[in-house]
């Protein structure tokens, strides 16, 4: 079946704009997380969607990071502002969730370039 | 709070010989541990996962781990290295399924002929 999908795969920015980043999840996934890989920081965790709780934003960079999941399903992952700092890859998992431990499933990444 | 040493950012193995990465974690409870592969420019794959069933775990393309909770370790072997297996590893530690993996900072394996 189809896995995770990330849309760019590539995006380039000038400092200071805004951009969009989107995370097709697997169908039937209720839990949903974004990560950033960068080379000083390594691999990072952003923020978590589990069904229709509060998501857990608790590794948000900053406030000029924000993301929502419509419907259960789709989720965008905004950068407002954008600074060179915020170069990175940034990863969307998704995994089932309930009685056990259910890994996460990753998507491709999205390669952000500040410039 | 948890977290993950991975030690040794690059390890270099002949092919055929023995692969050895090393992961150390910290966690007040027990813990989930995996095992991820990364090639270029693609995504995370899972290799395997240790959630407090069997101790020694197997994962795919001949990988495995053994949890020693003694040494709070989880290194990650193959009895033979392919040219294939060159890639980024990064061990990954939870506390609770269904939430953030909390990542060491990975370990190139590079495999020369």
């Known amino acids: 079946g189809a896995g995770v999908s990330q849309s760019p795969s590539n995006k380039v920015t000038e400092k200071g704009k805004d951009v969009e980043l989107r995370c097709d999840p697997i169908s039937g996934h209720t839990a949903l997380y974004w990560y950033r890989q960068s080379l000083g920081q390594g691999l990072e965790f952003l923020i978590y969607f589990q069904g229709n709780s509060a998501p857990d934003k608790s590794g948000l960079p900053s406030d000029r990071f924000s993301a929502e999941r419509t419907g259960g399903s789709v989720s965008t992952l905004t950068i407002q502002r954008t600074q060179q700092e915020d170069s990175a890859v940034y990863l969307c998992?998704?995994?089932?969730?309930?009685?056990?431990?259910?890994?996460?499933?990753f998507g491709p990444g999205t390669r952000l370039t500040v410039t | 709070a948890q977290s993950v040493t991975q030690l040794g950012s690059h390890v270099s193995v002949s092919e055929g010989a023995l692969v050895l990465l090393r992961c150390n974690y910290s966690?007040?409870?027990?813990?989930?541990l995996f095992w991820y592969v990364q090639y270029p420019n693609q995504g995370l794959q899972l290799l395997l996962k240790?959630?407090?069933?069997?101790?020694l775990v197997k994962g795919i393309n001949g990988f495995e781990a053994e949890f020693k909770k003694s040494e709070t370790s989880f290194h990650l072997t193959k009895p033979s290295a392919h040219m294939s297996d060159a890639a980024e590893y990064f061990c990954?530690?939870?506390?609770?399924?269904?939430?953030?993996?909390?990542f060491g900072k990975g370990t190139t394996l590079s495999v020369s002929s």
């Open positions: 990954a530690v939870s506390v609770e399924a269904g939430t953030a993996l909390i």
């Open positions: 966690s007040s409870v027990p813990p989930y």
């Open positions: 240790y959630t407090s069933a069997a101790t």
């Open positions: 998992a998704s995994s089932l969730t309930g009685q056990g431990y259910y890994e996460q499933y």
